[in-house]
């Protein structure tokens, strides 16, 4: 199974940091977040990787290599203007193969051991559910018995992590350009097609200077 990582976003809640250095490419711990990804994703058994690209781009690339230092394999999807996630994912399809593939947010921090993702999924998509943080509350979905739905009233939720496995038909239908990823997923809900698992571990959405000190205290306190 191969796996991608989502490294195009702008991230522009974290400037001055993100002005000259691309959001995967920021430090926690002194170790980049995305290299934080690959480890994992290399002790998980994942070896071929792709990872897409936009706002500073070829520092990633420069960075990264051919990923062989961390035992994987990379292959890039550059994308001149950002196509959000849906579309970034679509452009990769050719890259990815077939078969379903891991999915990771390259601005996220975890411990998730990502070696359960190699099961078999049922449907068109699995979605790791984490606890809501403080900064939404609300949550995204729900988790029954191991489906996942959209707005379901009086219903405990979770919220998206940023991780997930995806089939490629999940996208049939769609054309080359920008588009969101959450569309297609609550699509697929509706018609029953998404299983969910809840999160266990720490995670840490690092959209914003106070969740990287987070993540910095999490690390801290692992020593």
């Known amino acids: 199974m191969k796996a991608m990582i989502l490294a195009a976003g702008k991230g522009e809640r974290m400037r001055p940091l993100t002005l000259t250095t691309p959001k995967p490419l920021v430090r926690a711990g002194g170790i980049p977040l995305i290299e934080y990804h690959l480890k994992a994703l290399a002790v998980a058994g994942f070896t071929e990787v792709v990872i897409n690209h936009a706002w500073l781009g070829q520092q990633i690339e420069n960075y990264l290599g051919d990923g062989s230092q961390y035992g994987v394999r990379i292959q890039y999807s550059p994308e001149g203007e950002p196509l959000e996630t849906g579309g970034g994912i679509f452009r990769a399809l050719p890259l990815l193969g077939d078969k379903a593939f891991v999915v990771v947010n390259g601005d996220i921090w975890t411990d998730y051991d990502f ?78 097609h998404v299983t969910g698992e809840r999160l266990n571990g720490h995670w840490v959405d690092v959209g914003t200077h106070e969740r990287l000190a987070e993540v910095e205290t999490l690390l801290e306190a692992r020593r």
């Open 115 to 192: 070696s359960v993702l190699h099961q078999p999924i049922t449907g068109l998509a699995h979605l790791v559910l984490a606890d809501n943080p403080a900064h939404h509350l609300a949550g995204d979905f729900s988790l029954i018995d191991g489906q996942v739905h959209d707005g379901l009233p009086d219903t405990a939720t979770l919220t998206y992590s940023g991780i997930a496995v995806l089939h490629p038909q999940l996208f049939d239908g769609c054309s080359a350009g920008a588009f969101k990823l959450a569309p297609l997923l609550r699509k697929a809900m509706a018609d029953g």
